[in-house]
């Protein structure tokens, strides 16, 4: 997985630099975050609010009202009744980001939804099991203008397909460099 993580960094400095020509183009952006992640159905049964980092690497139209990016997050969360227990999510999700308005806005909306995996594992005690598995996640949030960067604030929800499903709703605010 921290291969994965890298990639994610790779992608977001590559893009951000081939998009850092003229206007009419695409243009890349890099930022990171964090935040709570509250678990939902069995999985909130069973494991606490929990806390994650974020990491988002993306490009986005001469508009800025399309774009993609790639979000690389990790999250642990405490087991409500078993003491030295805890799940631990460490993954990358593919998202397309519809932000409608202009891209010169102070304050601008978004939606994003996507794909990509989750490595699970958890933990009691010495014992460790892991597995990664497929996810998609929907979401939206907002970009707030600050000069040469902008505040994000986000929530989505996120479902990794373990047995049960590991779903949550992740709730995040960070800093963003580029882009529209």
Same mark, same amino acid.
């Given at each position: ?51 994650? &980092?974020? *990491?988002?690497?993306?490009?986005? /139209?001469?508009?800025?009202? @399309?774009? =993609? +990016?790639?979000?690389?997050?990790? !999250? ?63 979401? &939206?949030? *907002?970009?707030?203008?600050?000069? /040469?960067?902008?505040?994000? @604030?986000? =929530? +989505?929800?996120?479902?990794?397909? !373990? ?18």
């Amino acid at each position: 997985m921290n291969r994965i993580l890298r990639g994610v960094l790779v992608a977001g400095v590559v893009a951000s630099v081939a998009a850092s020509g003229a206007e009419a183009q695409a243009r890349g952006y890099i930022g990171f975050g964090g935040g709570v992640s509250i678990p939902t159905g069995e999985f909130g049964d069973a494991f606490g609010t929990g806390w994650l &980092g974020q *990491v988002v690497a993306g490009i986005t /139209g001469p508009t800025g009202v @399309i774009g =993609g +990016r790639v979000n690389g997050t990790f !999250t642990r969360h405490s087991h409500d009744t078993v003491n030295d227990a805890s799940v631990k999510l460490l993954g990358a999700m593919g998202d397309l980001v519809f932000s409608p308005g202009s891209g010169e806005a102070k304050l601008r909306p978004y939606l994003l939804g996507g794909v990509g995996v989750q490595n699970v594992k958890e933990e009691v005690g010495a014992l460790e099991v892991s597995e990664t598995e497929l996810a998609f996640n929907f979401g &939206g949030g *907002v970009n707030i203008a600050m000069g /040469g960067m902008k505040l994000f @604030i986000e =929530g +989505r929800w996120l479902s990794v397909r !373990t047995d049960p499903s590991a779903n949550m709703h992740p709730l995040s605010i960070g800093l963003r460099f580029g882009g529209n």
